[in-house]
């Protein structure tokens, strides 16, 4: 079922700054907030990261993680396995995994569609974070939480997300 979409812009001066977007967006999302991500028969609760190379993506996924209960150090982008996959430890959260897929190396959501996509985003107890989700087409589902980093100065990001 379609939503009317909500945006926010932040202005993230620092690393530190994004980290802890990250960290409460997690939070929102592990919770089962409504409007962010929450879990429901419509599949995994996915969030899509869009921007140029360095403009946060990875330190936004790192923090994400953490908030999760997965070690920050455990999480690298997957630029060339594509794909990882952790156990998420809140046990106040109804997921189970964070799924981190970087897709910057696929072309076509049919090189996506062989990783299990389908399976990944139906199932409930997934959170999905993809880097690069231009790169599939129309293999995301049309309720991700999309989020995009501008890079403005050296340390400041603009990140725009639509729920």
Known sequence: MYHASMKTRIISKSAAETAAIAHNLALR?????????????????VIALQGELGAGKTTFTKAFA?????????????TFVIE?????????????????IDAYRL????????????????????????????NIGDALPP????????????NTRQIDISF
Request: proline share 7%; charged share 25%; aromatic share 6%.
């Open 29 to 45: 999302i592990a919770r089962g907030a409504s409007g962010a991500g929450a879990p429901s028969a419509a599949g995994a609760a």
């Open 66 to 78: 953490a908030a999760l209960g997965i070690p920050a150090e455990t999480v690298t982008s997957p």
């Open 84 to 100: 990882k996959r952790f156990d998420i430890a809140p046990a106040d959260s109804h997921f189970k995994r964070l799924v981190h």
């Open 107 to 134: 072309d076509t959501s049919r090189e996506i569609e062989k990783l299990g996509w389908r399976e990944t985003i139906a199932d409930p107890t997934n959170i999905v974070v993809i880097e690069w989700p231009e």
């Open 143 to 154: 309720q991700a939480i999309r989020i995009a980093f501008t890079s403005t100065d050296e």
